[in-house]
């Protein structure tokens, strides 16, 4: 396995896992802890995070075609590993919505790129084999983590829970910054 792709697949892994913290339990922040948070605006925030990555994601493809792949996946990652921290600060639904909205430009930004990367480094031959290692590692660190979600937001608070995947989401940023140079040539055309 190239060490592009593992260092893709570890990145992907502290990040996932580090929103697996939060995801199942977030309901349960906006309804509790939101002036004007309920189960409908619980719901439309999610529904705004994915309506501007399903919006930005084809143009911001098509930039990254020409563009620098792996600046386009920093900084996408970087909008996404502070959306925790945004939820930390934030106290009203709107606030949430905005956070939302900088989570689908970080998300439209990041999952094109990552996907051409992640494409790149396969093996031949592999392919199926090394997108399985992906699937399994990034799934069980999710299971795990969402159980310790709801275990330390009850424990401590949600606000230990946000700083946590915060740090670990923000080290799986730094994790990107690790790629080979060399993986990141354009690819000769063939003639």
Do not use: C
Not at 37 to 62: D, H, Q, R, W, Y
């Amino acid at each position: 396995m190239k060490k592009g792709l593992k260092l893709l697949i570890l990145s992907d892994l502290l990040i996932i896992m580090s929103f697996g913290l939060i995801s199942p339990i977030l309901a349960i922040f906006i309804k509790d802890g939101l002036t004007g948070g309920n189960a409908f605006s619980a719901g439309l925030s999610t529904a705004v995070a994915l309506l501007v990555k399903s919006l930005l994601e084809i143009p911001f493809g098509k930039i990254e075609d020409h563009h620098n792949k792996k600046r386009f996946l920093i900084i996408g990652t970087f909008l996404i590993s502070f959306v925790p921290l945004g939820y930390f600060f934030i106290n009203n639904v709107f606030q949430l919505y905005m956070v939302q909205f900088f989570y689908g430009i970080g998300a439209a930004m990041a999952f094109p790129a990552f996907g051409a990367l992640f494409l790149r480094y396969l093996d031949r031959g592999k392919a199926a084999y090394e997108w399985s290692i992906y699937g399994t590692v990034v799934g069980l660190g999710t299971a795990i983590t969402a159980f310790l979600g709801g275990y330390v937001a009850q424990k401590f608070s949600f606000d230990a829970l946000f700083l946590t995947t915060f740090i670990v989401s923000i080290i799986g940023t730094f994790v990107l910054f690790k790629i080979p140079a060399e993986h990141l040539r354009p690819l000769k055309k063939k003639s």
